[in-house]
T-cell receptor, first 110, second 117 residues
């Protein structure tokens, strides 16, 4: 059975801290790995990763993929209260059929 | 550009009833996917429509069916509702792509919150 597992499920930190969110996967078909941020309802796209070892970066967020060990991490540095959200990891199995993890709920306290 | 829109926002039904949820894709998008997100879980892929046909399907029973119209909008129908069908139903749209093409970003709508009593 295809599965994507995220850890931790919940994380509470103080503003300014750095956090690392984990995503491991076991799927029959892999085309890419994606990270989304879900604040209220609609997930918004953060990163797409297809190659191992190449870091994607956007401001304070960065992500990397290890296709040998089948995992990815999402780093957020100098966290802000606006980073509070559920972060979803998903694997695209082809033609945009996404298998999602259960998400990590991140809470940033001022 | 209105982005992906969904209606209704919220819906309350009772067990055994039938429900229809609607989705209008982002302008220029012709592929629509539907996901079910139970409370505290990640979204689960229900099915995908392209050129008015179901192109891919996840592990959902036949009670879940859909349709895509010539203007690319889509409906999700659920028959014989169960308590376990209570969830946020998300629609996502994307640009045309072939099976071998790289990922085209999927834009998600705000969802329809379905409660089954």
């Amino acid at each position: 059975e295809d599965k994507v597992v995220q850890s931790p499920l919940s994380l509470v930190v103080h503003e300014g801290d750095t956090v690392t969110l984990n995503c491991s996967y076991e799927v029959t078909n892999f085309r890419s790995l994606l990270w989304y941020k879900q604040e209220k309802k609609a997930p918004t796209f953060l990163f797409m990763l297809t190659s191992s070892g190449i870091e994607k970066k956007s401001g304070r967020l960065s992500s990397i993929l290890d296709k040998k060990e089948l995992f990815s991490i999402l780093n957020i540095t100098a966290t802000q209260t606006g980073d509070s959200a559920v972060y979803l990891c998903a694997v695209d199995q082809g033609a945009q059929k996404l298998v999602f993890g259960q998400g990590t709920r991140l809470t940033i306290n001022p | 550009d209105a982005g992906v829109t969904q209606s209704p926002t919220h819906l309350i039904k009772t067990r055994g009833q039938q429900v229809t949820l609607r989705c209008s894709p982002k302008s220029g998008h012709d592929t629509v996917s539907w996901y079910q997100q139970a409370l505290g879980q990640g979204p689960q892929f229900i099915f995908q429509y392209y050129e008015e046909e179901e192109r891919q399907r996840g592990n959902f029973p036949d009670r879940f069916s859909g349709h895509q119209f010539p203007n690319y909008s889509s409906e999700l129908n659920v028959n014989a509702l169960l308590l376990g069908d209570s969830a946020l139903y998300l629609c996502a749209s994307s640009l045309p792509m072939g099976w071998e093409a790289l990922y085209n970003e999927q834009f998600f709508g705000p969802g329809t919150r379905l409660t089954v009593l």
